[in-house]
T-cell receptor
Framework: EDKVVQSPLSLVVHEGDTVTLNCSYE??????LLWYKQEKKAPTFLFML????IEKKSGRLSSILDKKELFSILNITATQTGDSAVYLC???????????FGDGTTLTVKP | DGGITQSPKYLFRKEGQNVTLSCEQN?????MYWYRQDPGQGLRLIYY???????QKGDIAEGYSVSREKKESFPLTVTSAQKNPTAFYLC?????????????????????FGAGSRLTVL
């Protein structure tokens, strides 16, 4: 059974701090790892990672995948209150055609 | 604008009643999914469908049923057999759901979500 574990489960920081969110996984036929941001209701897509060592970057957010050690990190630099959200990590199983999600990391950024 | 519409946004149900949650997409996506989210937890897959007239059970299918008669629609019925139905339900779609036929670099497996339906059992 595919499994995704995220850590920490929750995190409280102040504006301007840098945070690192972790995602480790076990999947029988890895296709890709995806990060989503959920602010209120609908999760929105952030990154998709398929290859080790290649950093994906979007503004203050970046993510990298290590397929040997089976984990990914999501970095957010110079955090803002608008970054407060639940960050979800998911892995795709090639054979199953579906994504398995972790429990998410709840990030709270205080002014 | 293309997207996924879920209805109703809020629903109250008495114990013993079946309820149906609607999910409609106009993205021309092949695959559709239903996830359940409980407080402080991630998304757990209930059912998914990769093509019309076909669907598969996810990890927590007991007490739920679905149909996929049209590409655009994937309604979820929460039956009275579901012992703890109070939760937030998210519908999603992706361009393709079937492994092996997907060019991963195309982003075909990226999920687009609806705004969710919150079901409360009284």
């Amino acid at each position: 059974e595919d499994k995704v574990v995220q850590s920490p489960l929750s995190l409280v920081v102040h504006e301007g701090d840098t945070v690192t969110l972790n995602c480790s996984y076990e999947v029988t036929n890895f296709r890709s790892l995806l990060w989503y941001k959920q602010e209120k209701k609908a999760p929105t897509f952030l990154f998709m990672l398929t290859s080790s060592g290649i950093e994906k970057k979007s503004g203050r957010l970046s993510s990298i995948l290590d397929k040997k050690e089976l984990f990914s990190i999501l970095n957010i630099t110079a955090t803002q209150t608008g970054d407060s959200a639940v960050y979800l990590c998911a892995v795709d199983n090639t054979n199953a055609g579906k994504s398995t999600f972790g429990d998410g990391t709840t990030l709270t950024v205080k002014p | 604008d293309g997207g996924i519409t879920q209805s109703p946004k809020y629903l109250f149900r008495k114990e013993g009643q079946n309820v149906t949650l609607s999910c409609e997409q106009n993205l021309n996506h092949d695959a559709m999914y239903w996830y359940r989210q409980d407080p402080g937890q991630g998304l757990r897959l209930i059912y998914y469908s990769q093509i019309v007239n076909d669907f598969q059970k996810g990890d927590i299918a007991e007490g739920y049923s679905v149909s996929r008669e049209k590409k655009e629609s994937f309604p979820l019925t929460v039956t009275s057999a579901q012992k703890n139905p109070t939760a937030f339900y998210l519908c999603a779609s992706s361009i393709y759901g079937t492994g092996g036929l997907v060019r991963v670099s195309s982003g075909a497996n990226v999920l687009t979500f609806g705004a969710g339906s919150r079901l409360t059992v009284l």
